[in-house]
Structures are given as structure tokens and as C-alpha cells.
């Protein structure tokens, strides 16, 4: 449990780039491993939830391996001839990986244990467990529908209507997966639009869908069975982790940083809208596409930053940035009152009630409601800090450390965080490159 105490910093400056996207990573890897052939993914997070990822797929059958320059190269098992994994897949922290992963393993008929760490052990797996099951799956999960849990896949499954009754891209996922080496055509209902990485990647690696909109919400079909032909896939930098550097760029004076490469997939860039709407000085400098993925340079300047009322219907869209924003809005000046938030308790930990005790020992005003944090800024005063021998609970939530950390930075005593080993979950390069950021 190494913890650590980030601590006041200088402007952060110069031109950093933040690491692969992990949902298009995880995306990456599976679809390259069900496909016949050879792939190449470039730009690949290289973090423990894409590790597992990894692990899992080749014990699908695919064969992975890292190249000398630094690309990945996946020689796919093939939809329909996957291996059964011969132990338990260990996800981890991750529930992207368990999330998806089960929709492959529905639709294939074999049988398949999933396990996961403490927080992991704790997410809901029921919102998965239904529509796989309506597929034809039968999945035995731990009272309550969390992992432990197996999957005994059906060949062929039953393709399926389904109407998402929560706003969840790993829903959605899980179910287009499944619906790969599905005969027929499934369709996934989307009211409130999501990530589509899935259905952007799918239709790049050759699988027959159509997405489109019927009576204001989003209808995804696909045609199985599929066959995914290899590609090249460049992943693009990850707007979840670009978010901490534009949130720590805002908050400290004198700061002028440049992000390159960061996806701004509309379905994922909720935050640069909120950042904005709070006064944050963002540009986006050479617009281009990467991956069938629209990225951006990013320019973030120190600004002034107010609070604000944030939309209940930007949250999808920036569904893992609230830890972050949450520290924005505490130096904001002002209060910024969010809502809407129901699935960040259901996160890597509950991001509500976890985020509310650590900004309020950092000296922040924060006050808890139902589905949300109402927070009182400072006016862009530094927070107090974290006291001595008090250090904010990370719970195994990556997000939560680096938020905290970010908040450091901007505090006068500095905060410490207890545990930074879950940040290799997601961004393993996030203290050197903020030490660096910060230092010039
Ligand atoms: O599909 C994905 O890659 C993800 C979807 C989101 O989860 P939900 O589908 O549970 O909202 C997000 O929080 C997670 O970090 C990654
Ligand atoms: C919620 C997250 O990931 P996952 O659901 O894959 O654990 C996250 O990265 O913030």
C-alpha cells in the first residue's frame, strides 16, 4: 500500500501525452482476438485492466505479444473456435473486461469462472446477467449477482431485442459481443446514448451492423454470425486520464499545458463541455481523425474557474471524469451542484460518498445528496490539505487517487493519499508525468 502525499506544484507546462484510451484498448484486444489473422494495435494502454484483458483473450486461444517498438501484435483464435479457459479469468479491478468478456463466453459452449478483487467482487453483474441469459446463457453468480460467477455458454445462442434500462456502454457491449456468434440479428436499444467504441471498432474489424434512431433513441443491430477480418487499430489517448491534467492545468496558476492526442469522441468528451461551462480556457489544436476516432491537441491555461449546475444529461458522456470535476468545483468559485449520478456509487467504489469524505478532508465544503455532491468553492485558494497522520481512502479506486492528487497540488499542506497502486490500473505513468508536468 504505498502511499503518498502530492503536494503544492508549480505551473504545470510543456506538451505531455497521456496514454491509450482504455475502452478502445479493451476493445482492441478482444475484437483483434476473434478475428482470423493477424492484427497490429499501436498507442495500446498498457494498464492492468487491459492486462487482463490480454490474459484473458489468450486463454480464448488468441496469441499476444508485445513488439519490440512498442505495438502489439494479436494473432486472433477466431469467433466460434475459441479454447475454454483452462483456470478461473482473473479481472482484476476491471469491469470493462468482466462486463464484456461474459457477453463473448454466452455465446460459446464452454464454460468460463470469473473472479475479481475486493472492488470488483463488490460491482453489480445482474444488468449483464439478464439480456445473456435471455440469450440463452446460464450464469451462476454470488447472492446478490456478483463474481464469482460462471458462464455456461450456449452455441447457437438466441439473438435478442434489448431495451438498456440503464445508461451502460459495458450493457451494451456485452450484449453485441454475445450477438458476434449469434445467428440472426440483435438489437440493443440505447434511450440515453453511450460510448460507442464498440460499434465504431466492430464495423472497422468487418462485422455487418447498422446503428440508427427510432423515436428519439439510439437502435443498434447486429448481423451474426460475424466474421471479423484482422486490422490495424491506432489507439488514441485516453480523455478519462487527459481529464486530471486539465483539471490540475485549471486549478494552478500560471499553468499553459498541451495534451496531444486526446480522443474527443462526442460520446466521451463531457468534460471539456463542463470544464468550460465552469470558465476553463481550453483550445483544441490540430483536429484530425485516429482510429476512426476523432482527437485533438489539447491547449489548458490556469483560469478563473465558477461553479456551476452541471446537466444531468452530459453525465454518460463523461460518466468517469466527476471525481476530477469534483476537484475543479472545489476551487471553483461558487457552488456547483451534480445529480444524475446513481452509477457512481457502483463504480470501482461508491465515487459519491468516497469523493464527499475525501475532498472534505482535504478542507473542502462538500455536502452529500441522494445522487450527487453539492460542492462550495474556495474562489481558487488553495484547500487546506490533509492534517497530519490523516490520509484520504482510495477504496481501490484509481480515480479517486489521482482526483486527490490532482487536489494536492492546489492545497497547502499537501494531501495525502493512502494508497496509489490502483493508478496502475489505468494510467501507470500518472505521477512521473505529473511530476514532470509540474517541474519545468
Ligand atoms: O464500456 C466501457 O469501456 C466503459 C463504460 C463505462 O461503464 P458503464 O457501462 O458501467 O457505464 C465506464 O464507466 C467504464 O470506465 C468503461
Ligand atoms: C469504471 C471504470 O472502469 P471499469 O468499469 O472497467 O472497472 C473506470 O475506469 O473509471
Known sequence: ???????????????????????????????AGLAVGTSRITGLLEGED???????MRQFGASIAREDDGSWRVEGAGLGSLLEPRTHLDMGNSGTSTRLLM?????????CVFTGDASLSGRPMNRVIA????????IEAASGGTLPLMVRGLTPAVPITYRLPIASAQVKSAVLIAALNTPGITRVIEPVATRDHTERMLAGFGARLETGEENGERVIALHGEADLAPMDVCVPGDPSSAAFFLVAASIVPGSDLTIANVGLNPTRAGIVTALRQMGADITEDNPREVGGEPVADLRVRHANLAGIDVDPAIVPSMIDEFPALFVAAALARGTTRTSGLAELRV????????????????????????NGLTIHGTGGDPLPGTREGASVATELDHRIAMS???????????????????????????IPLLERASSR
Open 1 to 31: 500500500m504505498p502511499a503518498k502525499t502530492f503536494i503544492a506544484s508549480g505551473p504545470l507546462k510543456g506538451r505531455i501525452q497521456v496514454p491509450g484510451d482504455k475502452s478502445i484498448s479493451h476493445r482492441a484486444l478482444m475484437f
Open 50 to 56: 487491459v492486462l487482463a484483458t490480454a490474459a484473458a
Open 103 to 111: 457477453g463473448l463466453a454466452a455465446s460459446h459452449a464452454m464454460t
Open 131 to 138: 439480456p445473456l441469459a435471455q440469450m440463452g446463457a446460464q
Open 347 to 370: 463504480k470501482e467504489s461508491d465515487r459519491i460518498a468516497v469523493m464527499a469524505r475525501a475532498l472534505a478532508l482535504a478542507g473542502a465544503r462538500v455536502e452529500e445528496t441522494e
Open 404 to 430: 486527490m492528487g490532482v487536489a494536492g497540488l492546489a492545497s497547502t499542506r499537501g494531501v495525502q493519499v493512502d494508497d496509489t497502486a490502483p493508478i496502475a490500473t489505468s494510467f501507470p505513468d500518472f
